[in-house]
């Protein structure tokens, strides 16, 4: 799990003594359909960001899937290096050197081993990638060897200042940071290993690197579609901005989804942990030590009565053509939250609440998308569009990574690290909404879409639309 910012420092002490609670309650819970059982033959696959959001979202489904005589596999995405707070924390002082970083990542790395062999899994099952922790999304956005020809440079971590994988008992060690080689290590586990069910971090997640898995594994499973039976997909939440409340270790209390999605379009499903589960859940959570010093407030708040999981549908858009905009149809439409990276990262004073609609809809050879908002668009507003469009016949390494920056009825595109001229994307930018119409062509002719929307005022951002997959039929 990447680093939040906490105004307390310290570590938080609970006790570490049993507990009976009764049979869970879930209250409203019960309206949330419950994940099916394992079975002998499932082959689990675990993908976590960071070491400890394994343990954090699914530590009680580890168990189940072993008691059940079920195979599960970890594969963690990057050692979480990036974690400057924690180390300061943890450290009990100030380091800028990059060598230090990377005996973060290498402790991250050995706590994880030793939870999940408490948890009953042995480090044979475990696969340390060692991608760079608040990276991997600038690195699917814009780092992509392929496209540039060989002209990109691979990402430079910000701390570390390496560009490729440094540790050495990693399965991906010396691999550059490009997104060929992510999704190349991503892709041979998954084809190997053969899982029926996948659990991953969600797409609504704030964390960059949960975001960047989630859109990894799309594109993974797109180019195994013929090589291996499409596995079930369970997204997991972790970092959502005021959730989940009250902080703290409570085993008595259930888990429920954030106020923001409980109507939204969000399908979600629980997990009853056991009595027994729940406290092996806890405990190993309390591995992680160099995390739990600074946020064992918030990394326990995760330890109760259930585990949550949810994904949206794929939307399917049906070509329209020479329509007047009125008589345009659009997609059921996409809600917008509010979102901050970091909780503490804003007053609340300053924080807008998030309204208004996103939705979608092919006209004439454009993807269009529509923003509309009840409230007056002031020449402030902003918004920043990602859309990373997939085509079976094209490897995806080459497929156009469209960024759309718009600031009133201007805007800018990108394409990867590079400024788009005459792009033929066109704005439409009303009292109450903003539409832009991007060419089909510009995105490579694409089978589905992977996009996404953040709304700002100013260099305040306000509303997002979490990524969803869009299919043209």
Same mark, same amino acid.
């Given at each position: 799990?990447?680093?939040?910012?906490?105004?307390?420092?310290?570590?938080?002490?609970?006790?570490?003594? $049993? /507990?009976?609670?009764?049979?869970?309650?879930?209250?409203?819970?019960?309206?949330?359909?419950?994940?099916?059982?394992?079975?002998?033959?499932?082959?689990?696959?675990? *993908?976590?960001?960071?070491?400890?959001?394994?343990?954090?979202? $699914?530590?009680?489904?580890?168990?189940?899937? *072993?008691?059940?005589?079920? @195979?599960?596999?970890?594969?963690?995405?990057?050692?979480?290096?990036?974690?400057?707070?924690?180390?300061?924390?943890?450290? !009990?002082?100030?380091?800028?050197? @990059?060598?230090?970083?990377?005996?973060?990542?290498?402790?991250?790395?050995?706590?994880?081993?030793?939870?999940?062999? /408490?948890?009953?899994?042995?480090?044979?099952?475990?696969?340390?990638?060692?991608?760079?922790?608040?990276?991997?999304?600038?690195?699917? $956005?814009?780092?992509?060897?392929?496209?540039?020809?060989?002209?990109?440079?691979?990402?430079?971590?910000?701390?570390?200042?390496?560009?490729?994988?440094?540790?050495?008992?990693?399965?991906?060690?010396?691999?550059?940071?490009?997104?060929?080689?992510?999704?190349?290590?991503?892709?041979?586990?998954?084809?190997?290993?053969?899982?029926?069910?996948?659990?991953?971090?969600?797409?609504?997640?704030?964390?960059?690197?949960?975001?960047?898995?989630?859109?990894?594994?799309?594109?993974?499973?797109?180019? *195994?579609?013929?090589?291996?039976?499409?596995?079930?997909?369970?997204?997991?939440?972790?970092? $959502?901005?005021?959730?989940?409340?009250?902080?703290?270790?409570?085993?008595?209390?259930? =888990?429920?989804?954030?106020?923001?999605?409980?109507?939204? &379009?969000?399908?979600?499903?629980?997990?009853?942990?056991?009595?027994?589960?729940?406290?092996?859940?806890?405990?190993?959570?309390?591995?992680?030590?160099?995390?739990?010093?600074?946020?064992? /407030?918030?990394?326990?708040?995760?330890?109760?009565?259930?585990?949550?999981?949810?994904d949206y549908v794929d939307l399917e858009l049906k070509p329209q053509s020479s329509l007047p905009a009125k008589d345009?149809?659009?997609?059921?439409?996409?809600?917008?939250?509010?979102?901050?990276?970091?909780?503490?990262?804003?007053?609340?004073?300053?924080?807008?609440?998030?309204?208004?609609?996103?939705?979608?809809?092919?006209?004439?050879?454009?993807?269009?998308?529509?923003?509309? !908002?009840?409230?007056?668009?002031?020449?402030?507003?902003?918004?920043?569009l990602y859309i990373f469009g997939y085509r079976q016949t094209v490897p995806f390494a080459r497929m156009p990574k469209i960024r759309?920056?718009?600031?009133?009825?201007?805007?800018?595109?990108?394409?990867?690290?590079?400024?788009?001229?005459?792009?033929?994307?066109?704005?439409? /930018?009303?009292?109450?909404?903003?539409?832009?119409?991007?060419?089909?062509?510009?995105?490579?002719?694409?089978?589905?879409?992977?996009?996404? =929307?953040? &709304?700002?005022?100013?260099? =305040?951002?306000?509303?997002?639309?979490?990524?969803?997959?869009?299919?043209?039929?």
């Open positions: 799990m990447r680093k939040i910012r906490f105004l307390m420092l310290g570590l938080i002490l609970f006790s570490g003594g $049993c /507990f009976t609670p009764q049979k869970p309650d879930l209250g409203g819970q019960n309206r949330y359909a419950e994940l099916e059982s394992f079975k002998q033959n499932d082959r689990i696959l675990i *993908l976590a960001p960071h070491p400890d959001d394994e343990s954090i979202a $699914c530590a009680g489904i580890i168990q189940k899937a *072993l008691i059940a005589g079920a @195979q599960v596999k970890v594969v963690y995405l990057t050692n979480g290096d990036h974690n400057e707070f924690a180390f300061i924390v943890y450290e !009990k002082r100030i380091t800028f050197r @990059q060598g230090e970083f990377i005996y973060l990542g290498q402790l991250r790395q050995k706590e994880s081993i030793k939870a999940m062999k /408490f948890l009953g899994l042995s480090e044979k099952d475990l696969v340390f990638l060692g991608y760079p922790d608040y990276g991997t999304f600038e690195i699917f $956005c814009k780092y992509w060897q392929t496209a540039s020809a060989g002209r990109s440079k691979p990402f430079r971590d910000r701390l570390t200042r390496i560009s490729s994988v440094p540790y050495r008992d990693n399965s991906s060690y010396g691999a550059k940071y490009y997104g060929e080689n992510i999704l190349s290590d991503l892709t041979k586990h998954i084809l190997d290993y053969q899982p029926n069910k996948i659990f991953v971090s969600h797409p609504a997640d704030v964390n960059v690197d949960h975001k960047a898995l989630y859109l990894f594994l799309q594109v993974a499973l797109s180019d *195994l579609e013929t090589q291996m039976a499409k596995p079930k997909i369970y997204p997991y939440l972790v970092h $959502c901005v005021g959730w989940p409340k009250p902080r703290h270790y409570h085993p008595e209390l259930a =888990l429920s989804p954030p106020d923001k999605f409980i109507d939204s &379009a969000l399908n979600w499903l629980r997990s009853d942990l056991t009595p027994e589960e729940l406290v092996k859940k806890y405990r190993s959570i309390l591995f992680y030590k160099s995390q739990t010093q600074s946020s064992a /407030f918030y990394l326990f708040s995760f330890a109760r009565k259930n585990e949550l999981f949810s345009i149809v659009y997609s059921d439409a996409g809600e917008m939250f509010e979102e901050t990276e970091y909780s503490n990262d804003l007053k609340q004073s300053e924080i807008i609440e998030a309204e208004g609609s996103v939705s979608y809809a092919v006209v004439d050879d454009y993807f269009v998308v529509r923003l509309d !908002k009840p409230k007056k668009l002031s020449s402030r507003f902003g918004v920043m759309i920056i718009t600031a009133g009825n201007k805007c800018k595109v990108f394409n990867l690290k590079d400024k788009v001229v005459n792009s033929g994307v066109l704005l439409d /930018f009303k009292k109450n909404s903003l539409i832009i119409r991007i060419p089909l062509k510009l995105l490579g002719q694409p089978d589905y879409m992977l996009t996404a =929307l953040k &709304a700002y005022h100013g260099d =305040l951002p306000i509303d997002v639309v979490a990524f969803r997959k869009v299919q043209i039929k």
